[in-house]
């Protein structure tokens, strides 16, 4: 199985900027897509940005295009998600997840596998 350790969370003023790191324990972590969802209190999961396995293919959700990049380095087992221009609406718990398959799936939210336990990330006013 596949451990997801994410990271870089913390609390932000609005306009400003984080960068979100999704760690991988796999050997094969190459092999997958990866997504990151946000969950802010009392709401559903929703779908942030997804990449390919060779980071050729990314995916963004309405809210985020424009001001999070998602990016991956498979040498280091990584999936970085850089967060700009940060608004208090995109306080949530950022996590991350791999997919089953190489490409990124046309249901965002069909076939994940294994998720992390997430990283908080608050932006103030």
């Known amino acids: 199985q596949v451990q997801l350790v994410e990271s870089g969370g913390g609390l932000v003023q609005a306009g400003g900027s984080l960068r979100l790191s999704c760690v991988a324990s796999?050997?094969?972590?190459?092999?997958?897509?990866v997504g990151w969802f946000r969950q802010a209190p009392g709401s559903q999961r929703k779908f942030v940005a997804a990449i390919s396995w060779n980071g050729d293919s990314t995916y963004y959700g309405d809210s985020v295009k424009g001001r999070f990049t998602i990016s991956r380095d498979n040498a280091e087992n990584t999936v970085y998600l850089q967060i700009n221009s940060l608004k208090p609406e995109d306080t949530a718990v950022y996590y991350c997840?791999?997919?089953?398959?190489?490409?990124?799936?046309?249901?965002?939210?069909?076939?994940?596998?294994?998720w992390g336990k997430g990283t908080l990330v608050t932006v103030s006013s």
């Open positions: 796999g050997r094969t972590f190459s092999t997958y897509a």
């Open positions: 997840t791999t997919y089953s398959t190489r490409a990124v799936p046309p249901d965002l939210y069909y076939g994940m596998t294994y």
